[in-house]
Nanobody, 115 residues
Framework: QVQLVESGGGLVQPGGSLRLSCEASGFPFRSEWMYWFRQAPGKGLELVAQINIPGTTTYYPPSTKGRFTISRDNGKNMLYLQMNSLKSEDTAMYYC????????RGKGTLVTVST
């Protein structure tokens, strides 16, 4: 079955960086667009980055553009999210997903940006 396992979250100070990883299995990873979503406490699911199959085209909403970078390694079935210049409003549970609605996603990794 589809498995998506996120890692790399933690506590970081404002202005800091984190790199999230997602290990995918149970589906043809190299045939799927992939996505990162987040959900802050009391808020809905928000798309933060998406990447096409070969990793040549990416999309970021205004809230993460210029600070976050999504990448993938199709040989290792891995998805990554490099997050720089983190802000307190980036605090959320972060999920990788294999569909654009975030329905098929992992259990998430918590990112807390705080002093």
């Amino acid at each position: 079955q589809v498995q998506l396992v996120e890692s790399g979250g933690g506590l970081v100070q404002p202005g800091g960086s984190l790199r999230l990883s997602c290990e995918a299995s149970g589906f043809p990873f190299r045939s799927e667009w992939m996505y990162w979503f987040r959900q802050a406490p009391g808020k809905g699911l928000e798309l933060v980055a998406q990447i096409n199959i070969p990793g040549t085209t990416t999309y970021y909403p205004p809230s993460t553009k210029g600070r976050f970078t999504i990448s993938r390694d199709n040989g290792k079935n891995m998805l990554y999210l490099q997050m720089n210049s983190l802000k307190s409003e980036d605090t959320a549970m972060y999920y990788c997903a294999k569909d654009h609605q975030g329905t098929s996603r992992g259990k998430g990794t918590l990112v807390t940006v705080s002093t």
